[in-house]
C-alpha cells in the first residue's frame, strides 16, 4: 500500500515563530488533506488541496503532486497551534493518513 | 448542530464483553468510514461504506463489524473484546470515496 511520511515527528517552537510541515507520499494520489488534532483529540480539517496553494490565515499549504510531497506552513505560531499534524492522502477512494508530526508552542 | 457524532464518548468494559459504538452525520453524506487511532497517534482505516460498497482493511480482526441501518448511521459493533482493543474510534464521513472527510469526536475505548 501507500506510505506516508510526514517530518518531523516531533516540533517545539517558540511563540511567534514560524515552520514548515511536511508530507511524503510513494505513489499517485487523487488527494490530499491536512487536519489538526488538537490537544483535546479533535481533528480538525485545515486544507484539501489535491494541488496547487492555498492560505487560510496564519496556515498555508502546497502541494506538489508529480513530486509527490505537501507542505504546511505555520507562520507567527501560537500555543493554540499545539497539537498534531495530519496529512492524508486520497487513492482509490481511501483515505491513508500519515505519521503525524507533534507541534508544542511555548509561550 | 454537530455534523458526525458519535456515542459514547467514553466506554470503560471488561475483556470479552461486546460492544457497540455508534455514528451519524447530518451532511447528506453517501459515505462513511471508521478509523482507530492507537496510542502512539496513528490513523488507520477500519472501514469505508457507501450505500454500494464496503471495503474492510484486511487487517481488521472479524470481531469487529459495520451496521448501517441507513446512509445516515453506520455503528461499530466489536464482539469479545480484548485488551489491545483499547483506543480511540473516529466515524467519519465524506461525499463520496475521497472527497473532503469529516470527522466525529471519538469515542475512547478501554478494555480492562
Known amino acids: 500500500g501507500i506510505q506516508v511520511e510526514q517530518s518531523p515527528p516531533d516540533l517545539i517552537l517558540q511563540e511567534g515563530a514560524n515552520s514548515t510541515l511536511r508530507c511524503n507520499f510513494s505513489?499517485?494520489?487523487?488527494?490530499l488533506q491536512w487536519f489538526h488534532q488538537n490537544p483535546w483529540g479533535q481533528l480538525i480539517n485545515l486544507f484539501y488541496?489535491?494541488?496547487g496553494t492555498k492560505q487560510n490565515g496564519r496556515l498555508s499549504a502546497t502541494t506538489v503532486a508529480t513530486e509527490r510531497y505537501s507542505l504546511l506552513y505555520i507562520s507567527s505560531s501560537q500555543t493554540t497551534d499545539s497539537g498534531v499534524y495530519f496529512c492524508a492522502v486520497v487513492t482509490g477512494n481511501q483515505f491513508y493518513f500519515g505519521t503525524g508530526t507533534s507541534l508544542t508552542v511555548i509561550p | 448542530d454537530t455534523a458526525v457524532s458519535q456515542t459514547p464518548k467514553y466506554l470503560v468494559t471488561q475483556m470479552g464483553n461486546d460492544k457497540s459504538i455508534k455514528c451519524e452525520q447530518n451532511l447528506g453524506h453517501d459515505t462513511m468510514y471508521w478509523y482507530k487511532q492507537d496510542s502512539k497517534k496513528f490513523l488507520k482505516i477500519m472501514f469505508s461504506y457507501n450505500n454500494k460498497e464496503l471495503i474492510i482493511n484486511e487487517t481488521v480482526p472479524n470481531r469487529f463489524s459495520p451496521k448501517s441501518p441507513d446512509k445516515a448511521h453506520l455503528n461499530l459493533h466489536i464482539n469479545s473484546l480484548e485488551l489491545g482493543d483499547s483506543a480511540v474510534y473516529f466515524c467519519a464521513s465524506s461525499q463520496g470515496g475521497g472527497n473532503t472527510i469529516y470527522f466525529g469526536e471519538g469515542s475512547w475505548l478501554t478494555v480492562v
Open positions: 488541496i489535491p494541488s
Open positions: 505513489d499517485s494520489v487523487n488527494n
